[in-house]
């Protein structure tokens, strides 16, 4: 065989010297010389490049953060961000304070006509429509304005038998005439015009009886009608509805008389001021929602049946402690907010609040107080470092997380070689002085 090349001995030693420097700093994170793997690649500046209490350079701090001690909240520690660490993850701070407990409910709604001022315009006997003074669908009308006008052979003999009655002195059957055409809705007038002329009138005009403008036409001219047919649909528009839904949890927060504020996105600008006037009695069950009703002035007609509309409903509910909802971490087990302590330090502490948002804040009931900061954003990093901390040291029974960073590890080598530190363990727990016999 011949000598090796010097190719292959160059390929060979570099092979050998990363091995060594593997088992090297493997053997130098199993002495506690490094704690993790973050102090190789982090390249952040932080306290934890310097040896920490003179002790074999061990340190329990992350690069830019660092868990000085425990906290009451179970599993969580408190952390410490360096300046640097904060404005790269972007940290915000809120204040707690106390103000007015302003409870809103917003939802979406679709304007509709006062369904109290809404006319359907019947005829009572039976005819053709001879001419249509009303003739196109938003044609806006007056009280008294002639809609169409009917020849009815019926009107023509009523009116024919209330003249021969009073012609001839019958009062009781001149009477009965006249009630029936004016059951026809005949005007008073009309009626009277009809005595003095002392003929009948070929046609029954209707009119309007209110002013309004005209959502339906479903009469064309010359088309015979009968009382069961609906001619006109008039509404008055100068106050509308805004027809809504709320979710049954919301119902303790809306009353009747409640203002409500509402915006529409054909008028971005205008917040038009209105209040609920009904709420419907029953739930909904298939959407577990409650109609309500909001009532709008609409003087100068701009807002049209079937427009969205946003309604918010709001009332105070006296004053409280409120925080930003985005300070508090829920994670179904508690809520977590986590206080500033100082400029770079932020303790974790379990915080009671209302199930109800007040605005985009939360009413605090326990763990806050009045002028309290709290982080308001990056605050799930902050709670990732807290918990994996502690729940890496949640192995060792009895240790928190200042009883690391004081430990004297001279101490503890000297343990190892008395063998006062009991017997030597793999990560997956395995006895190595068994494993030797």
Do not use: C
């Amino acid at each position: 065989m011949g000598h090796p090349g010097p190719k292959r001995i160059r390929w060979v030693a570099a092979v050998v010297a990363v091995a060594a420097v593997g088992v090297g700093l493997w053997y130098a994170s199993y002495r506690g010389w490094i704690t993790s793997p973050s102090h190789w690649f982090g390249g952040l500046t932080s306290k934890s490049d310097a040896p920490s209490n003179g002790q074999g350079g061990m340190s329990m701090d992350m690069p830019g953060m660092d868990m000085s001690s425990s906290t009451s909240v179970p599993g969580y520690g408190p952390v410490t961000v360096s300046a640097e660490v904060r404005q790269r993850i972007g940290v915000t701070v809120g204040v707690v304070e106390r103000a007015p407990l302003r409870m809103s409910v917003r939802t979406v709604g679709i304007v509709r006509p006062d369904e109290t001022k809404v006319a359907r315009i019947h005829l009572k006997t039976e005819g053709w429509a001879e001419k249509l003074f009303v003739n196109f669908t938003g044609q806006p009308v007056k009280k008294g304005d002639p809609l169409l006008s009917i020849y009815s052979p019926q009107f023509l003999t009523t009116q024919q038998e209330y003249l021969t009655a009073k012609k001839g002195g019958q009062t009781d059957l001149a009477d009965l005439a006249r009630q029936r055409l004016e059951l026809w809705d005949v005007p008073a007038d009309v009626i009277e015009e009809i005595g003095k002329a002392g003929k009948p009138q070929r046609n029954l005009t209707l009119v309007s009886p209110i002013t309004g403008t005209v959502l339906e036409k479903n009469v064309l001219q010359k088309e015979y009608v009968t009382p069961q047919k609906e001619l006109y649909v008039i509404a008055d528009l100068s106050t509308v509805w805004v027809q809504a839904k709320v979710y049954e949890y919301e119902l303790p927060h809306v009353e009747l008389g409640m203002p409500a504020e509402v915006t529409l996105p054909a008028l971005p600008e205008q917040k038009l001021a209105g209040k609920v006037v009904f709420i419907q009695p029953t739930v909904e069950e298939k959407t577990r929602t409650v109609q309500v009703r909001v009532e709008l002035p609409n003087k100068d007609g701009l807002l049209k049946p079937g427009m969205f509309a946003h309604i918010d409903i709001r009332h105070t509910m006296g004053e409280g402690l409120l925080v930003p909802a985005s300070a508090v971490i829920r994670t179904g087990e508690r809520d977590i907010a986590f206080r500033v302590e100082a400029e770079d330090r932020f303790v974790p502490v379990e915080v009671k609040v209302s199930a109800f948002k007040f605005g985009d804040r939360f009413q605090v009931l326990e763990g806050l107080k009045a002028g309290d900061k709290v982080v308001t954003s990056a605050n799930f990093l902050i709670d990732s470092e807290s918990r994996l901390r502690m729940g890496g040291m949640g192995m060792m029974p009895g240790m928190d997380m200042g009883d690391m960073k004081g430990m004297d590890h001279s101490k503890m080598e000297g343990m190892k070689e008395k063998g006062e530190a009991g017997p030597k363990t793999d990560m997956k727990g395995m006895d190595h002085s068994k494993m030797k016999h």
